[in-house]
């Protein structure tokens, strides 16, 4: 029945929750629970940068201090505040049509002023710190912009790793969607925070979703049972980390703060998750 025997989604949750994973995967490695041994990464939006640190053997500790501008020779993202509007207006009125949303949100990210692309890319070059696919199996789903369908990229798809990770993350009205092999591509969130549904055939799944206190479980809870693991663990914010997060998970400021946060709660989670992560690295 199962494929994989251990697979680590990554979800959506901005900087501060990029941050916030990163510190968690550090502290867990801290205490003998290696996320990168996974045989699946599945990283979506922020996740993906994560995702790629992790799949390519890199220490998510290199990641305590944020990457500034002024190290990779860009200027701060360039925020289109009035099409930001727009496009969280249509997805708050989703729930009808979600394909449609996705296809309106689209036309919106495509429209809006949020500088060149090529910023964006070296950006998050800069974060992930690869430029190759690593040899496992790593999943960064995006979505076209034209159409709202989504897209998965692995190292099969003719997508450079960078690019990737940059689509992944490509918020309308934040950053810019993001040309690959023709066609312009925009946030994997949009179809779900942590597309969950992609590990499909793991024996152990862990889902690790930096804004679980911010929407509903019902699209994750319907992923889950999609992926039908024998175990599955769910880690998210304690409520210390989200104090420490604030109110907005794109604050770039709250980096550190957020980074530190998940590095203390690494030492409850990995109670949780070791019996699990070990189980699933015995093979049948």
Known sequence: MYTLDRALVLGAGGPVGAAWMAGLACGLR?????LSEADLIVGTSTGAIIGAVLATGQD???LAAPVRPADTGTTPPQVDGHRLGEAFAVLGNAASDPAEARRRVGQIALAAD???EQAHIIRMRALADADQWPDGQLLIPGTDAETGEQKVFDRASGAPLPFAVAASTAFPGIYPPIT???RRYMDGALHSATNAQLAAGARTLVVIDPQAHLFPRELLHRELAFVAAYTVVTIEPDLASIRTFGSDLNDRAAWEPAYQAGLRQAADVAEQLRPAWKAGSDTD
């Open 30 to 34: 801290y205490d003998r629970v290696d």
């Open 180 to 182: 690959i092999n023709g």
């Open 60 to 62: 998510p500790s290199r």
């Open 114 to 116: 949020t500088g060149p």
